[in-house]
């Protein structure tokens, strides 16, 4: 069969560069979807109404346990029957924050935890009311915890992006089969693609990793 | 909903079971094969291992998994999609699971080891008696937590045409035009599935504990997962979940 290409691969990176733009953007928008939703969740279930911790509970493990592809696949083709129009990659976006956002809040929740209890009970012994006992006392310290830990959760979701593809989002893979129902020839496109995934997750990683030693100690 | 819909949900559900079977089967033999190899005494075999490792988690499950359906072909192994799948979710979670076996070997006291050498245990002995033996119970919550993720991988095999819970799904779809009924139903039984598989590692994780003459710990919740850690006990390297 044929052999390896560099010209081919010359050819096509333009195409997919422009997917791998497409890769971080969703990326990119997910995690702050997911940052923000979870720490909703985080403090939802700390609640100390069981009419507000157990609903968000069961909601938070029924979207963990449960394939992303089918939860994005639910979004593309149920939210327009409900009269809201988005686009695939809003949707996509939408369908990995929402994924995400029930593993952020298990961090969120292991950084509220870590805090130690003389903070609280020096925020109570201050007279601190409830919202700045959370705002400038528990979420600072908290937060600064959990940042590798999200981090590492920004390199899973990058490599879940892929998924789009099959909701018709021009990330990478798509880009990478579209190229290769053309031309019929899968092995650079998708070889490139997977090479791109491990040049761009590996570093960041390894960034992760220092970052880890000097915020946590 | 006809009884030939949930004939065929039924269908989808047990070739996600097998998928995720065998996937773990590999999985497992990879994690272990690489989680020993990384602490091995030899450069070569630890840089190789620790290559492996960085690879397969680097990139996409789901490119993986492409790239030995399309690409693989062209250089003359033509694999049928169940096994690309099986290939694919074997070769990417056993990396993981390596990082979880290095990891609870490395826990193990050194005592134990000096202890097994005065003992004069062969290396294999001292890996199977004394190391694994007392690794597993450690290895069986993040054991658990990878299960459920591989399971909700597998959903990726339907993108290869294989007729797994979610490909019936679209099929189901596609007759009857009742997305929110058929995508609600199979995401309820992608849930029952992985309830059923975290009770079946709890057992076994009970099990382990138990044959190290260890109590079990009393866990609350439905799924109760070992909490994302944060702090230097954080699973840093590649990204993975936990």
Redesign the interface.
């Known amino acids: 069969?044929?052999t390896w290409s560099w010209g081919y691969v010359g050819d096509i990176l333009p195409d997919l560069l422009k997917g791998l733009g497409v890769t971080v953007e969703a990326t990119l928008l997910g995690s702050l979807v997911s940052f923000a939703l979870g720490l909703v969740w985080a403090l939802a279930l700390r609640s100390p109404s069981r009419w507000v911790a157990w609903p968000v509970?069961a909601v938070v493990?029924?979207v963990?346990?449960?394939?992303?592809?089918?939860?994005l696949?639910?979004l593309f083709?149920?939210l327009p029957?409900w009269g809201l129009t988005f686009s695939p990659l809003v949707t996509g976006v939408i369908g990995l924050g929402l994924h995400y956002s029930t593993?952020t809040a298990?961090?969120y929740?292991?950084?509220i935890?870590?805090v130690p209890a003389g903070q609280w009970e020096a925020a109570v012994a201050l007279n601190l009311p409830r919202r700045r006992t959370w705002t400038a006392v528990i979420l600072p310290q908290a937060l600064r915890?959990?940042v590798?830990?999200l981090?590492?959760?920004?390199?899973?979701m990058?490599?879940?992006?892929?998924?789009l593809a099959?909701i018709t989002v021009g990330d990478m893979?798509f880009q990478?089969?579209t190229i290769?129902a053309t031309t019929f020839?899968?092995?650079e496109p998708?070889?490139v693609?997977?090479?791109l995934?491990?040049v761009i997750?590996?570093p960041?990683?390894l960034l992760?990793?220092a970052l880890?030693r000097r915020l946590?100690r | 909903m006809t009884g030939a819909l949930w004939e065929l949900f039924f269908k989808g559900v047990w070739i996600t079971v097998q998928l995720t079977v065998y996937s773990a089967a590999l999985a497992a033999a990879v994690a272990f094969g690489v989680g020993i190899a990384r602490t091995s005494r030899l450069r070569v075999v630890r840089f190789l291992s620790g290559a492996y490792v960085?690879?397969f988690r680097?990139?996409?499950?789901?490119?993986?998994m492409?790239?030995l359906f399309?690409?693989l072909p062209?250089?003359?192994w033509q694999l049928a999609g169940v096994w690309a799948g099986t290939l694919a979710l074997g070769l990417s979670y056993g990396a993981y699971g390596s990082e979880v076996v290095r990891g609870a070997l490395g826990a193990v006291a050194p005592a134990q080891r000096e202890a097994a050498i005065a003992l004069s245990f062969t290396p294999w002995q001292r890996m199977r008696k004394v190391f694994l033996s007392q690794a597993l119970p450690e290895m069986m919550p993040p054991f658990t937590n990878l299960l459920?993720e591989l399971?909700?991988?597998?959903?990726?095999a339907?993108?290869l045409s294989i007729g797994e819970l979610?490909f019936e799904?679209?099929l189901a779809?596609l007759s009857t035009g009742e997305?929110?009924q058929v995508?609600?139903i199979?995401?309820v039984l992608?849930?029952v599935i992985?309830?059923v598989v975290t009770r079946i590692m709890r057992l076994a994780e009970r099990r382990a504990k138990a044959s190290v003459g260890r109590a079990p710990e009393i866990s609350g919740?439905?799924?109760s997962?070992t909490?994302?850690?944060?702090?230097?006990a954080?699973?840093?390297?590649?990204?993975?979940?936990p």
């Open positions: 069969m044929n509970g493990e029924f963990r346990n449960t394939p992303l592809l089918v939860q696949f639910f083709f149920v029957s593993y298990e961090v929740r292991a950084g935890d870590g915890r959990v590798p830990a981090g590492n959760y920004v390199i899973a990058f490599k879940d992006t892929p998924m099959a893979l990478a089969n290769g020839d899968y092995m998708i070889t693609v997977g090479v995934f491990i997750s590996y960041t990683s992760l990793r880890e946590v | 960085e690879i680097g990139t996409s499950a789901l490119v993986l492409f790239w399309f690409a062209l250089l003359g459920i399971l909700k991988c597998t959903a990726l339907s993108l979610t799904a679209k779809r997305s929110a995508y609600g199979i995401l992608y849930f992985a309830f919740g439905l799924f997962r909490p994302a850690v944060t702090g230097t954080a699973p840093a390297a590649g990204g993975g979940k």
